[in-house]
């Protein structure tokens, strides 16, 4: 086998590789309805947009990023855990 031969094999061997990971992956996706799921989602996106709009409440202009523990990690203008208001979206 020469050197051009092995690099031919080694490149359809990658190639073989990839598409089997894009079949299996798109199987994956149909099977669990990921991209269902993620359709159904920017849709809902969109229609709480229109809500928010609707409501006449600007959205935050930079989004703040999310921990691990799920809270956000700046603080609230307001500590009081009774205060229903949404002062960090006016």
């Known amino acids: 086998m020469g050197q051009g031969q092995s690099v031919l094999v080694v490149v359809l061997v990658i190639a073989v590789w990839v598409g089997l990971f894009f079949l299996i992956r798109d199987l994956m996706c149909w099977y669990w309805k990921i991209n269902a799921l993620l359709d159904e989602q920017k849709q809902t996106n969109a229609l709480l947009r229109l ?12 989004r703040q990023a999310v921990t691990l523990a799920g809270t956000s990690p700046v603080e609230p203008e307001s500590s009081d855990p009774g205060d229903d208001s949404f002062a960090g979206w006016k």
């Open 51 to 62: 809500m928010v709009q609707s409501q006449g409440i600007q959205e935050p202009a930079q």
